[in-house]
């Protein structure tokens, strides 16, 4: 499964995206500030989100939220990112916030556990068939 988030709204404290699950785009997403660390930008703790990249996904439980979730592997200077629901920036410290709609202005989306509902069962599916799934973030 590969999944391809394209960020395309660039704020000074979020950033927001569209995710694509095998070529379809079916979520939008919500990160923090995009410092473009990839270009060697620098990090702020819990304000930053991830670098570009290709990431591999695992399914582990997450002792935070107390049930299996997805995770992004080797992740340049993060650890535990993973994909959940929440609402604007503050609901992640580098993680990826899925919903199905967004307001671009205030950087606020919306169904996000509907986003979740959807996305956790194709993921897992993926990963119990012993499927390889990767995440592009451009």
């Given amino acids: 499964m590969k999944l391809k988030l394209t960020r395309d709204i660039f704020s000074d ?3 927001l995206g ?3 699950v095998d070529g379809k785009e079916l979520f ?3 990160e923090d500030e995009d410092r473009k660390l990839e270009a060697g930008e620098v990090k ?3 304000e930053t989100a991830i670098p570009r990249g290709t990431y591999k996904i695992d399914i582990t ?3 935070k939220y107390q049930k299996k979730m997805p995770i992004l592997l080797n992740v340049p200077g993060f650890t535990g990112i993973r994909i959940h629901s929440g609402n604007d920036k503050d609901d992640t410290e580098g993680c990826i916030i899925v919903g199905m709609s967004r307001n671009e202005r205030t950087g606020w989306i919306s169904e996000s556990r509907k986003a979740i509902s959807i996305l956790y069962p194709m993921l ?3 990963h ?3 499927e390889p ?3 592009e973030i451009v």
């Fill in 128 to 130: 119990d068939k012993g």
């Fill in 28 to 30: 939008v997403t919500v």
């Fill in 61 to 63: 439980f997450s002792p």
């Fill in 13 to 15: 404290t979020y950033t």
């Fill in 44 to 46: 702020v703790p819990k």
């Fill in 124 to 126: 897992f599916e993926a």
């Fill in 133 to 135: 799934i990767t995440m």
């Fill in 18 to 20: 569209k995710l694509s």
